[in-house]
């Protein structure tokens, strides 16, 4: 994967003093009483901010917030974010009350080099989503160069991640090139053998996904719910679990091709029950084979697919892991995942092994397991990253290869 990075720029543009970069960042960050309750996404936008910054460029942030629907909604606003994003600088942030137009341009125009400006939710406007060439013309008029640092919303064909991006001059900024570079070492172009975990409620939800790994990996673990409809497939006892009863079929064309194409399905070889989830719930362990209650569900894989996972990634060279093994949110249920996330760590930290995980879940698996900053990359990017593990084109992303 080539693509178009800040590195290029001066090259192309020649010397990017004075000059105004549009940088696509992502501050859809969490909020509660109109302060922000989570600036981690501010501070993955820093390394561009400062690039451009230290070039004497001018930086224009162009972001999103919640779901305003092409309606401006006060309570959707941008402005919140001035004041952590000016703490996290060292450097003012002026705002402007429109991404587009005469409030926009005056903003700009007051900038000295070097300064930054956000401006307002880009949603506001109905053709944001549309990706509606008018609107692309009005944000690009405000611009000299384009820069995507928002791999999180990559997977949109929205006018401030695609359309802008064939208007201007386009780059990827330095956390979209770290996650995009972080991406091609774990399936674009990894070093294998490669093992791939999938976990999660539901096959239906990660069809696409599985049908495009047991092409690309040697082994493949399924974990969660997922697993129970996969043991269900192969006419094994699942009691009361979550499962997809109708996608057995489903499930056995799954492990019929990924057989046909030399992938090895890995699937729990035990299993932790329990009549509810709840904390610190009474349960036993069984193997998966044997027979059990019907008020009983499966919640977590056991110890032996626990070390069973762990000799597949001492295996393997490279790590790709998306859902939990189990229902970790609720103790003793993260055991499997805690677990198998700290080998993985341990892995990495010993240059055994390179593992990139990703999507909502497992981000919260991994903050819980604590291994988040052991690991070799973890995406924040839910709906990007599972579209990228399927082997989706990402319009946010096409726009910016070489």
């Known amino acids: 994967m080539t693509f178009r990075t800040l590195e290029d720029a001066p090259h192309s543009l020649g010397d990017l003093a004075g000059k105004t970069a549009l940088v696509r960042v992502d501050f859809n960050v969490p909020m509660e009483d109109g302060k922000v309750t989570d600036d981690t996404r501010l501070r993955v936008a820093l390394p561009t901010i400062d690039k451009l910054r230290n070039a004497g460029a001018k930086v224009a942030l162009l972001a999103h917030f919640d779901r305003p629907k092409g309606q401006r909604v006060p309570s959707m606003s941008l402005r919140p974010v001035v004041d952590d994003l000016e703490r996290l600088l060292g450097a003012p942030v002026r705002f402007a009350d429109d991404c587009v137009g005469d409030e926009a ?7 000295d080099a070097g300064g930054v400006a956000l401006l307002e939710n880009v949603r506001f406007h109905a053709g944001e989503e549309k990706n509606d060439p008018a609107f692309a013309k009005q944000l690009a008029e405000l611009g000299d160069l384009y820069v995507n640092d928002a791999f999180s919303a990559a997977h949109r064909a929205h006018t401030s991640t695609e359309g802008l991006a064939r208007l201007l001059p386009a780059f990827a ?16 172009n990894p070093v294998k053998p490669v093992l791939g975990i999938v976990g999660g409620a539901k096959v239906s939800t990660k069809l696409d996904l599985l049908q495009n790994l047991v092409g690309k990996l040697d082994r493949l673990a399924i974990g969660g719910g997922m697993a129970n409809t996969f043991l269900f497939a192969q006419g094994i006892d699942i009691g009361g679990s979550l499962a997809e009863r109708d996608m057995a079929d489903t499930a056995r064309s799954i492990m019929a091709e990924a057989d046909a194409k030399g992938c090895e399905i890995l699937l729990p070889i035990d299993v932790v029950v329990a009549t509810e989830v709840t904390p610190g719930a009474e349960t036993r362990t069984v193997l998966a084979r ?32 998306n859902g939990p093994l189990g229902v970790f949110e609720v103790p003793p249920f993260d055991a499997a995942t805690v677990k198998a996330a700290k080998a993985a760590a341990e892995m990495v930290r010993a240059n055994a092994l390179i593992a990139v995980a990703g999507g909502g879940d497992t981000v919260a698996a991994m903050h819980h397991a604590g291994v988040v900053d052991d690991m070799t990359f973890v995406s924040t990017a839910g709906g990007a990253f599972l579209e990228w593990m399927e082997g989706k084109p990402l319009p946010g992303v096409e726009a910016l290869k070489a």
């Open 105 to 111: 341009k005056a903003v700009l125009a007051d900038l």
């Open 173 to 188: 900024g330095e956390s979209m090139r770290r996650e995009l570079d972080a991406l091609d070492a774990a399936l674009g």
């Open 290 to 321: 044997e027979p059990i209650g019907n008020e009983e569900k499966i919640l977590d894989a056991g110890p032996l697919t626990a070390e069973k996972l762990i000799k597949a990634m001492a295996l393997s060279k490279t790590l790709i892991w």
